[in-house]
């Protein structure tokens, strides 16, 4: 069965280290999602593509957080410099745009801990 | 904006018993959908029921089902026969145009044996 992967499953650095994280949705799906999900809250949305191309990234602290899907497959989401407020799980979802609509496969996920 | 909120931090049920977990969502928008999302512990989320808003009927799946509420813009789950294995954190989550997907809080469902 195709599955979201996402690597690293954790990930521990100190603050104002980079670190990035990679997700490779399922194929096909043309929408990707990249959440934020800190512990005991609901996941919340950072960047949304469709393709290549972001649709929303209002939510993305942008002056340290950056999401690029450059051929419209896998995706990377960086953040330089961390800060301790990042820690959290980093939640990668894809879609079938316009069809089964809300139906996000999500991956395991990459747990930051920021020291 | 679109808002869901889970009143429920935490529910329990006994294993073979009913229970509901409690939503309500506010959006301005008429074409809307509204989920039920389930994470297991340390397991990725999936998808648990889907309801379209234009529809009337309430979204049944096996042993989960909706009580789907549109003037008062409320989506509970019931679960029946509740299973050790539906112990989770459950999400409910809402959908508008763009494909943007909101979540609530989340509720944490015990199940005892």
């Known amino acids: 069965e195709a599955e979201v992967a996402q690597s690293p499953r954790y990930k521990i650095t100190e603050k104002s280290q980079a670190v990035a994280f990679w997700c490779d949705p399922i194929?096909?799906?043309?929408?990707l999602y990249w959440y934020r999900q800190i512990l005991g809250q609901g996941p919340e949305l950072l960047v949304q593509f469709q393709d290549e191309s972001v649709v929303d990234d209002s939510q993305l602290p942008k002056d340290r957080f950056s999401a690029e899907r450059l051929k419209g497959v896998d995706s990377t989401l960086k953040i330089q410099p961390a800060e301790l407020g990042d820690s959290a799980m980093y939640l990668c979802a894809s879609g079938l745009f316009g069809r089964q609509r809300g139906e996000l496969f999500f991956g395991e996920g990459s747990r930051l801990t920021v020291l | 904006a679109q808002t869901v909120t889970q009143s429920q931090p935490e529910m329990s049920v006994q294993e073979a018993e009913t229970v509901t977990l409690s939503c309500t969502y506010d959006t301005s928008e008429s074409d809307y959908y509204l989920f039920w999302y389930k994470q297991p512990p340390s397991r990725q989320m999936i998808l648990v029921i889907r309801q379209e808003a234009y529809k009337q009927q309430n979204a049944t799946e096996n042993r989960f089902s909706v009580n789907f509420q549109k003037a008062a813009k409320s989506f509970s789950l019931k679960i029946s026969d509740s299973q050790l294995g539906d112990a989770a954190m459950y999400f409910c989550?809402?959908?508008?145009?763009?494909?943007?997907?909101?979540f609530g809080e989340g509720t944490q469902l015990t199940v005892n044996p």
């Open positions: 989550a809402l959908e508008t145009s763009g494909s943007r997907l909101t």
């Open positions: 194929s096909g799906h043309a929408t």
